[in-house]
């Protein structure tokens, strides 16, 4: 009995070489004929996701198609499934030489590749959102009261003071580490306690978005709902892709209210431009980020850290997503980081760490950043990791202060900045985020005198009729300063700069 056993192995290894002109990739091939198996990501048939975000549709279940496909392969071979969506045709599964020959075969599977895997991605917080424009945001009446945003990430300290009660969800899919990485040793987990996050990334991007300012410097929204979703491991890395998917999946699935979305995170690939058609999974990051666009999120990722100048990690280099880059924010001399070197700083100056293409859409300052930190304290964190987060919180104040606004065009807000960066190393013109700026193109009314306590913005307190009324909120009785008023916004666009 193990002779023919042998020989069936032995053909199936032998058939690799054929499937090399076909949807399965080279290295899931190599990958199975050195170690006998191989994670990989199968993407099913379906409608292409729109490259445009005013085009973006929901996606439907996408069960039967994939339980049709499963159906079909080596009993052994779907006991080795490790990740499943709801709206994305698609699966993860551990595949040996028998698997890749069923899929290979299948006219139903589009391709094939290896699950990749990535990682996460000196001034105090306020002073570099002050940068980008934010720190007006919530003294406008825009604090995040009634949005929700949802940070795909590390996960986030729990029972940080800085977000005391509004923490609205948490979930880990986390496959790394044999069993899983998830706070309760598996490759998935919801409910309370399934974000705890243990290394920190995760809780200073939450913090710049949302923090109120209790222990550490304040985030741009104070009041805003946190979605937190733990996908890297104490390292910091996500081993597959597939984990990204099934963090994305969950949220258009759990919390189709969302506001915005926000990943610091990227691939070890990086690619040239779009990457939506380039692997099976950059594919299915598409179709879920589609999907969320759809609902009405705008995504927001980091561009990557390795400082490639022509092109950026996945997800960053999806058409639909909102890629980010960093400059820094502060001037200073010599300074090594992130494995290059400057001969000084500046504050807009781009980081020379930074990942950025034709396709880069904005950069925001956010070398270096302090916000909230694990174990109830503060960190602080430089990379374009702190530069998305900038930018989804930006998005989420657009969306309340224009809630008819449309995903492409609070995305156009942003991308059609007033401020500009010039990047000497690339050769190319960036936009910088200007909060404030893109503010006036989607509610021209957002910026008339800003009330001020101190040398600060004034948050209103916590009020759902501030939501689309900033002009409602009570001031103190006490004299306040006042910023000048800002110019309507019609007066001075030109016809470029209009939203479509």
């Known amino acids: 009995m193990r002779l023919p056993l042998l020989l069936t192995l032995a053909l199936w290894l032998a058939a690799l070489p054929a499937l090399a002109q076909t949807k399965v990739s080279a290295a899931a091939q190599a990958q199975v004929r050195s170690e006998g198996t191989a994670p990989v990501?199968?993407?099913?048939?379906?409608?292409?996701?729109?490259r445009d975000a005013a085009a973006a549709r929901l996606q439907p279940s996408a069960r039967p198609q994939t339980d049709a496909v499963l159906a079909a392969l080596p009993r052994a071979s779907r006991a080795q499934v490790t990740r499943r969506f709801q709206r994305v045709p698609?699966?993860?599964?551990?595949?040996?030489?028998?698997?890749?020959?069923?899929?290979?075969?299948?006219?139903?599977?589009?391709?094939?590749?290896?699950?990749?895997?990535?990682?996460?991605?000196?001034?105090?917080?306020?002073?570099?959102?002050?940068?980008?424009?934010?720190?007006e945001i919530a003294g406008a009446g825009y604090a995040g009261n009634g949005m929700k945003v949802a940070v795909i990430d590390t996960g986030i300290d729990t029972d940080h003071a800085d977000f005391a009660g509004r923490i609205v969800g948490q979930a880990c899919f986390c496959s790394g580490g044999g069993a899983g990485c998830c706070p309760n040793g598996t490759a998935t987990q919801s409910g309370a306690g399934a974000a705890e996050d243990d290394h920190g990334h995760g809780t200073n991007v939450a913090g710049i978005i949302g923090g109120n300012g209790t222990v550490a410097p304040r985030g741009a929204l104070p009041q805003v709902g946190l979605v937190a979703v733990k996908v890297l491991d104490r390292n910091n890395r996500f081993c597959c892709s597939s984990d990204i998917v099934a963090a994305l999946d969950w949220v258009a699935a759990n919390h189709p209210d969302?506001?915005?979305?926000?990943?610091?995170?990227?691939?070890?690939s990086?690619?040239?431009?779009?990457?939506?058609?380039?692997?099976?999974?950059?594919?299915?990051?598409?179709?879920?980020?589609?999907?969320?666009?759809?609902?009405?999120?705008?995504?927001?990722?980091?561009?990557?850290?390795?400082?490639?100048?022509?092109?950026?990690?996945?997800?960053?280099?999806?058409?639909?997503?909102?890629?980010?880059?960093?400059?820094?924010?502060?001037?200073?001399?010599?300074?090594?980081?992130?494995g290059?070197?400057?001969?000084?700083?500046?504050?807009?100056?781009?980081?020379?760490?930074?990942n950025r293409s034709a396709t880069t859409d904005l950069f925001g300052a956010s070398a270096f950043v302090t916000a909230a930190g694990i174990n109830g304290g503060s960190s602080t964190y430089g990379?374009?990791?702190?530069?998305?987060?900038?930018?989804?919180?930006c998005a989420a104040a657009l969306k309340q202060a224009a809630p008819a606004s449309t995903v492409a065009q609070r995305m156009q807000a942003m991308a059609?900045?007033?401020?500009?960066?010039?990047?000497?190393?690339?050769?190319?013109?960036?936009?910088?985020l200007n909060c404030r700026d893109a503010m006036g193109l989607v509610n021209p009314e957002v910026f008339g005198p800003i009330a001020l306590n101190g040398s600060q913005p004034l948050i209103p307190p916590p009020?759902?009729?501030?939501?689309?009324?900033?002009?409602?909120?009570?001031?103190?009785?006490?004299?306040?300063?006042?910023?000048?008023?800002r110019p309507l916004r019609e007066s001075r666009v030109p016809a470029t700069r209009q939203l479509r």
């Open 416 to 432: 059609l900045s007033s401020s500009r960066i010039q990047d000497p190393a690339s050769g190319r013109s960036y936009p910088l």
């Open 340 to 354: 290059c070197s400057e001969t000084s700083t500046a504050p807009l100056q781009p980081t020379c760490f930074a």
């Open 383 to 393: 990379g374009t990791s702190q530069a998305a987060p900038q930018a989804c919180a």
């Open 270 to 338: 990086l690619f040239p431009g779009d990457c939506d058609a380039s692997t099976a999974w950059t594919q299915a990051m598409a179709t879920a980020i589609g999907n969320l666009n759809a609902l009405g999120a705008v995504v927001t990722v980091s561009s990557g850290n390795q400082g490639n100048l022509n092109a950026m990690a996945a997800p960053a280099c999806v058409a639909n997503a909102v890629a980010t880059g960093a400059t820094w924010d502060f001037n200073g001399g010599a300074i090594t980081y992130l």
């Open 463 to 485: 009020d759902p009729q501030l939501r689309l009324s900033p002009a409602a909120s009570t001031l103190p009785a006490e004299p306040l300063r006042i910023a000048p008023p």
């Open 90 to 135: 698609g699966f993860a599964l551990r595949a040996d030489a028998a698997t890749l020959a069923a899929l290979a075969r299948d006219p139903r599977v589009a391709r094939v590749d290896l699950d990749a895997g990535g990682s996460g991605g000196a001034i105090a917080p306020d002073g570099a959102l002050a940068l980008n424009n934010l720190h």
């Open 258 to 268: 969302v506001d915005a979305v926000n990943m610091s995170l990227g691939t070890d």
């Open 41 to 50: 990501f199968v993407l099913l048939k379906s409608a292409a996701p729109a």
